[in-house]
């Protein structure tokens, strides 16, 4: 099974009705060995007509975020939680995330990373839950390092709020800073403590 195979699946997926409406299924795209993995929601709606994930403002946001500690896109692997664009951005529901899950579990597996950042409340309430932990609100946990029983192994699961969040109230955005801030410090891309918890560097 590779990255490559499962995206073809996810294309041709007619698992929930999202399948109707979409014009692209996103799949995700990056590095199929990134040692850390960005897991949005879902795609809005310049990533449905490219099919590329995080392509519009949120994505460029992203992007800056992401070079702020030294990575590139191309350096690490995102995806989001729904393959295909919820119609007029509205939030997945949970059966739509749940017919979509097994997918983003399976690219999990394959990649195999030591971090998983969750980008937004649905993202960071599912991939907690699939780590067998209950929580409600993404302000209280934004930033914190979990570290999570996943697919085998202990792994470093960091929610921080959706960069859209941060482009709609602008007061978000030096939290989202410093969420990446405490990132760069873990895996060892910027700051002053190197490699934290014990996770090697990959570069
Ligand atoms: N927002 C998301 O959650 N995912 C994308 O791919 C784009 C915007």
Not at 125 to 146: C, N, P, V
Not at 162 to 167: K, S
Request: a positive charge; glycine letters at 10%; proline letters at 8%.
């Amino acid at each position: 099974m590779s990255l490559d195979r499962i995206a073809e699946e996810i294309r041709a997926c007619r698992r929930c009705p999202l399948h109707r409406s979409r014009t692209r299924a996103v799949p995700g795209e990056g590095n199929p060995k990134a040692r850390i993995v960005f897991v949005g929601e879902a795609p809005g709606r310049n990533e449905d007509l490219q099919g590329r994930p995080f392509v519009g403002a949120a994505g460029r946001l992203l992007t800056e975020l992401l070079l702020s500690i030294g990575l590139r896109r191309e350096d690490v692997f995102i995806t989001n939680v729904v393959k295909c664009r919820p119609p007029g951005n509205r939030d997945p529901r949970p059966e739509e995330i749940e017919a979509c899950l097994p997918f983003l579990e399976r690219q999990l597996q394959l990649i195999d990373p030591d971090v998983i950042v969750a980008l937004g409340r649905h993202s960071a309430l599912t991939l907690l839950r699939l780590a067998g932990r209950e929580e409600r609100s993404i302000m209280r946990i934004r930033g914190k390092i979990f570290r999570v029983e996943l697919f085998g192994r202990e792994r470093t699961l960091m929610p921080t709020l959706h960069p859209a969040a941060a482009l709609y109230n602008p007061r978000l955005r030096p939290l989202l800073e410093e969420d990446f801030r405490k990132l760069g410090e873990i895996v060892g891309t910027s700051g002053d403590s190197g490699v934290g918890e014990g996770l090697e560097p990959w570069f």
